[in-house]
């Protein structure tokens, strides 16, 4: 199955609040996290506990999915990531 075939069992929806949801066609499930077939590089390489998210303003901010933490500050995991990325990029 390639992307755009993975891509297509989703809907992107908002939710009535501004954020932003993924439906399954398939599965009938949902989910705030954006699917892997939606990610950026950056996305796939973070393999921390750590999503960036944004709020229905716009604003960025971290959501730490085991112990459910919140901050508007990027947590050294993912600065780690991010500056490998750019030393070492693919």
């Not at 932003?20 to 973070?46: D, G, H, V």
């Not at 921390?48 to 959501?63: A, C, F, M, N, V």
């Not at 500050?73 to 780690?80: F, G, R, T, V």
């Amino acid at each position: 199955m390639d992307i755009e075939d993975l891509r297509n069992q989703w809907v992107v929806q908002k939710a009535h609040n501004g954020l932003i949801y993924y439906f399954n066609k398939n599965t009938k499930k949902s989910t705030w996290y954006k699917p892997e077939c939606f990610q950026t590089k950056k996305e796939r390489a973070n393999l921390t506990d750590w999503k960036e998210l944004h709020t229905s303003e716009g604003r960025k901010y971290y959501y730490n999915i085991t112990t459910k933490e919140t901050t508007w500050i990027m947590p050294a995991q993912l600065k780690e990531i991010i500056e490998r990325m750019v030393i070492f990029p693919s």
